[in-house]
T-cell receptor, first 109, second 112 residues
Framework: KNEVEQSPQNLTAQEGEFITINCSYS?????LHWLQQHPGGGIVSLFM?????KKHGRLIATINIQEKHSSLHITASHPRDSAVYIC???????????WGAGTKLIIKP | DTGVSQNPRHKITKRGQNVTFRCDPI?????LYWYRQTLGQGPEFLTY????????KSRLLSDRFSAERPKGSFSTLEIQRTEQGDSAMYLC??????????FGQGTRLTVV
């Protein structure tokens, strides 16, 4: 079993829909990161969380430390949100990032 | 400061050749990370530095791989005697201790 599990692996939705991507982990962490990767490889950090909830524009990230679960939400989705969204956890023992496999999101106009 | 910079962006090399990549982190960041990403997979941790000290090294990093950060600023990742399986995107990231990490655009290596 992978230490970081993301679901779904692939998600296709219509423009305007509310999107949820989930991340579960099994190790002790000091922080959890949500990142966005576009075709061509560039990675952009969206959020870094250690507790609670963060919001940036149409993006919301939540984390439940007790349940070892985090969600990334996108409100009023737009085709430009199409990308791979990656959850990565920072281990509390050595600060190494362990990555989920990513969720490929396609938003159709 | 324009963020994390990686050079070159693309590298094509023949099997058996040595290659070196460079990463310039954000100037005030003391931590620097190297990751490798193959097609369709999430990034895999290779190694990380805090200042000039290499604190962690993945088992993925065979003896052919070496990374340095001599003055605690830029870092180089060298692959000796490249193999086709080394073809991947090599990503560098930097952070100030455990704050948010910022990524470079990556170096795409193709070994032919």
């Amino acid at each position: 079993k992978n230490e970081v599990e993301q679901s779904p692996q692939n998600l296709t939705a219509q423009e305007g829909e509310f999107i949820t991507i989930n991340c579960s982990y099994s190790v002790g962490i000091s922080a959890l990161h949500w990142l966005q990767q576009h075709p061509g490889g560039g990675i952009v950090s969206l959020f870094m969380l250690s507790s609670g909830k963060k919001k940036h524009g149409r993006l919301i990230a939540t984390i439940n430390i007790q349940e070892k679960h985090s969600s990334l939400h996108i409100t009023a989705s737009h085709p430009r949100d199409s990308a791979v969204y990656i959850c990565a956890v920072e281990m509390d023992s050595n600060y190494q990032l362990i990555w989920g496999a990513g969720t490929k999101l396609i938003i159709k106009p | 400061d324009t963020g994390v910079s990686q050079n070159p962006r693309h590298k094509i090399t023949k099997r058996g050749q040595n290659v070196t990549f460079r990463c310039d982190p954000i100037s005030e960041h003391n931590r620097l990370y190297w990751y490798r990403q193959t097609l369709g997979q999430g990034p895999e941790f290779l190694t990380y530095f805090q200042n000039e000290a290499q604190l962690e090294k993945s088992r993925l990093l065979s003896d052919r791989f070496s990374a340095e950060r001599p003055k605690g600023s830029f870092s180089t990742l060298e692959i000796q005697r490249t193999e086709q399986g080394d073809s991947a995107m090599y990503l560098c990231a930097s952070s100030f201790y455990s704050t948010e990490a910022f990524f470079g655009q990556g170096t795409r290596l193709t070994v032919v």
